[in-house]
């Protein structure tokens, strides 16, 4: 083998090393991955829809605040939200989430995807059908119940697929909240695999996380496709149509 | 502000008056003046942006008239402060291209307007819903999706959604127009069927066929004006104006 | 002989009278280090016993004399025993820094200031040598330094086992201390073992392994750096930090709701860091920081960068300094 792949296999794939940080990942750092990654997941969504909502508004004092949300929080770097949040929100004396650092984590999460996944819903919202909101209306439905029951739940079935690249990075930003100082419990992926390499001079802890950070995301992005399989089946086998039936007269009783 | 749509025989059941609607710089109603008497059945024809679908949708307030009013059992609809969700759900329409929730299973099409807008309890609404579908002849298909049916099947479904409503006054927007020939019977005997229940139907069709058979009234649109109107036997059997006599020479 | 001395200020020595005589020893030192360096395999004449090749190999090198003794005896057998002070050029010190250091070395108003850099110009003063500073990352002054890049190191650099192997060090300058700071109004005492409270700290530093040693009751946070630290702090996120000593002047400056809660001595010393091949350079530093503890010079830089009473350690090795301790 050259020698300088040699190098990189010792650096990054040194098995004796993979083997001893792995019990500590799957231990401590995965739990603590999954957690955040699913309540800013979860968070997130919502905000997202939230924003859809508003972006699809005909009302423009609805529209405004939000499209301006959604291009501040896209465009700033996340370390910088995760420090706005966590740090600037105590220092401002709001303690929403007292002193633990993992809420204010999620909560910055949620905020930034939130404004990524609400440019995906809104278009997901855009292309449910027209005549979908006039059936809705047409019942006597509001607008804000057509959009809850008839259009938002339509309009996010279709963009499922294009939710996961967000949901990806959902788990792999939970590593920020290292950023807002962690208890030893609360270590997660990341972080154990850092301070790992400092011990050791070696970064194959780093890689041990890697493959830690694949197992979650790869069956993550799988079932998410399989949702979203399902849901389609459900409307779209057309079973063989018969077209001379006989029908039932209106009003059971005859002769009215 | 709670509305209250008197069922009055000496009311039309709906009065448009003066309508005018542009869509931008484009005119598509002009002044359009029309009663319909409770219980009757009104087919509107006319050739493509004529303007009669557009009329339609002004009855329920899903196009706003640029002017003129719309009189629902006497109710203004197109004044101000009308809680017009109310309104709509005493109005039930079926459109060209059914517009079944596609998420939603069939029973639950039915159901969601009488839990959601007439606040009705889950097991009473499924019993209405139920009998409904058993009217227009899909009871088998309570748990099916609406990608599962044929577009006849789906357009009867869409017809049993609004008639659970107890709607006083059903509009129809070319309901069989997207439907492949052999399915447009089944639809029409259903119509046939509620014309003979004495409901008010406003009907947009390009079928003359029914026009002649089911309606009580027949109405002309060219251009945005309502240009004749009268009994199917005037309207089709002796037509005054130049321009009925021309469609009707190329649609019959 | 009189000791060969580069012009410098202060020197005692005439212009008239020096240069003349300046000339005629560089002819003659030039021509034996000529015979010298035929005749020799190695790499100087660092071994002579005679005054005169070992003031030959010290001309040709430019360097000036490790000792600014007085009198004409005294220097000639001093010179003979002293080592040579080796520089990389005659009568510059290269002084590698990193710039970023508060107090040790730092640039304020543009210009190089610290702790450090006042002990290394007094030293460069007494070795006669003109300072010149070059900022470095640390890597390369761990690098550069052994590998004579630069004479010496003017850092607060901790003086390791390890890195012993690859250089040289100075005797020990400098103690650290650790500090705990904490909002005035917690009132957390030094006496308390932090049971329960939070501590805040940089993870891997030297106060992470005290920290876990020392308070095991107390709950520790650990952070990437210290912004985020300080800030979670004065957040209230946190009931205390835990870091360098040098480090809590800075936030004491800054923020005018802390106080130090504790200092802890640390047995780790600072020393400036030289090549192993500079021995002589080594020496005369030493030589020049004793002479600093002894007439209070080094008292009066410390006291100038820290409110702290001098390193407790560094008094003991150096009994002198307790003299002007006060």
Redo the contacts between chains.
């Keep these: 083998m050259p020698t300088g792949l040699h190098n990189f296999f010792h650096t990054f794939f040194d098995l004796h090393q993979i083997a001893n940080v792995m019990p500590d990942l799957l231990r401590d750092g995965l739990l603590n991955t999954l957690m955040i990654s699913a309540a800013a997941i979860i968070c997130g969504t919502t905000i997202g829809i939230v924003l859809a909502t508003l972006l699809v508004s005909r009302r423009w004092y609805l529209r405004a605040p939000a499209r301006v949300y959604v291009d501040i929080f896209r465009g700033l770097p996340i370390i910088v939200t995760v420090m706005m949040v966590g740090l600037g929100l105590p220092i401002a004396g709001l303690h929403f989430f007292g002193r633990n650092s993992y809420p204010y984590a999620v909560f910055a999460l949620a905020l930034v995807s939130g404004a990524y996944m609400s440019e995906i819903f809104r278009s997901g919202i855009q292309s449910v059908d027209r005549g979908q909101m006039e059936a809705a209306r047409s019942l006597g439905l509001s607008y804000l119940g057509a959009m809850r029951l008839v259009i938002v739940p339509q309009g996010v079935r279709r963009v499922l697929p294009a939710l996961t690249n967000q949901f990806v990075a959902m788990v792999k930003d939970s590593s920020l909240v290292y950023l807002l100082g962690l208890l030893a419990s609360q270590r997660e992926l990341f972080s154990i695999a850092k301070d790992t390499t400092f011990e050791t001079g070696n970064l194959s802890a780093l890689t041990a996380a890697g493959l830690v950070y694949l197992a979650i995301t790869i069956p993550l992005t799988h079932a998410v496709n399989a949702l979203d399989r399902r849901m389609r089946e459900g409307g779209a086998v057309r079973l063989a149509t018969t077209a001379g039936a006989p029908l039932q007269l209106l009003g059971a009783q005859e002769g009215r | 502000m709670t509305v209250s749509l008197e069922t009055s025989t000496q009311i039309p059941a709906v009065a448009v008056v003066g309508l005018w609607k542009k869509f931008g710089e484009h005119t598509v109603l002009k002044g359009v003046d029309l009663q319909v008497e409770r219980g009757r059945t009104v087919c509107l024809i006319g050739a493509s942006g004529s303007g009669k679908s557009t009329l339609l949708r002004c009855m329920n307030m899903l196009e706003a008239p640029t002017s003129g009013s719309v009189f629902l059992d006497g109710l203004d609809i197109t004044g101000r402060g009308v809680d017009i969700d109310a309104v709509r759900s005493h109005v039930g329409m079926v459109f060209q291209q059914f517009n079944l929730f596609p998420h939603m299973t069939v029973l639950r099409n039915i159901t969601l307007a009488l839990r959601k807008v007439r606040g009705m309890a889950a097991g009473q609404a499924e019993e209405v819903a139920r009998a409904r579908l058993a009217d227009v002849g899909l009871s088998e298909y309570v748990k099916h999706r609406p990608g599962q049916l044929s577009g006849g099947q789906q357009q009867r479904v869409a017809i049993a959604r609004a008639l659970a409503m107890e709607p006083k006054v059903m509009l129809f927007d070319e309901p069989t127009s997207a439907l492949d020939p052999e399915l447009v019977k089944g639809v029409l005997d259903i119509m046939r069927q509620l014309a003979a229940r004495d409901m008010t139907m406003i009907v947009v069709t390009h079928e003359m066929g029914f026009a002649r058979e089911v309606a009580d009234h027949v109405a002309f649109l060219d251009q945005g004006i309502l240009v004749e109107q009268g009994p199917p036997s005037a309207v089709f059997g002796a037509p005054r104006s130049e321009r009925l006599q021309a469609f009707l020479s190329q649609v019959l | 002989m009189r000791a060969l001395r580069s012009p410098q200020r202060g020197s005692t020595t005439s212009p008239a009278f020096r240069v003349p005589r300046r000339a005629a020893i560089a002819i003659t030192a030039c021509a034996l280090l000529a015979t010298a360096a035929c005749s020799s395999s190695g790499t100087g004449s660092s071994a002579a016993g005679t005054p005169l090749p070992s003031q030959a190999s010290t001309a040709a090198a430019g360097s000036s004399p490790s000792s600014n003794a007085a009198s004409p005896a005294v220097s000639s057998a001093a010179a003979s025993a002293a080592p040579k002070v080796e520089v990389i050029s005659a009568g510059k010190l290269s002084v590698a820094v990193q710039s970023d250091q508060f107090p040790f070395d730092f640039i304020q108003n543009g210009k190089e200031v610290g702790f450090s850099i006042d002990l290394m110009n007094e030293i460069a003063k007494r070795l006669e040598l003109t300072p010149s500073y070059t900022t470095v990352s640390l890597d390369a002054l761990l690098a550069g330094v052994p590998a004579k890049q630069y004479d010496i190191g003017a850092v607060g650099l901790s003086i390791k086992p390890d890195r012993q192997k690859v250089m040289a060090f100075s005797e020990p300058y400098y103690y650290g201390y650790y500090g705990i700071i904490a909002k005035k109004s917690a009132g957390i005492t030094a006496d308390s073992d932090f049971a329960g409270k939070?501590i805040?700290l940089v993870?891997?530093s030297a106060q992470d392994t005290y920290a876990q040693q020392h308070y095991p009751k107390a709950?520790?946070?650990?952070?990437?750096s210290q912004p985020?630290?300080i800030?979670?702090l004065?957040?209230?996120?946190?009931d205390a930090f835990f870091v360098g000593g040098p480090d809590t002047i800075k936030y004491l400056q800054q923020y005018s709701d802390l106080t130090l809660v504790s200092s802890i001595q640390t047995s780790t010393p600072n020393g400036f860091p030289m090549s192993l091949d500079a021995p002589g350079l080594v020496s005369a530093v030493n030589s020049a920081l004793e002479a600093m503890y002894a007439d209070g010079t080094y008292t009066t830089i410390y006291k100038k960068w820290f409110t702290e009473p001098l390193p407790p350690t560094l008094v003991k090795e150096h009994p002198v300094l307790a003299n002007g301790a006060s």
């Design positions: 939070t805040a993870s891997g709950k520790i946070k650990r952070f990437d985020p630290a800030v979670a004065e957040g209230g996120q946190v």
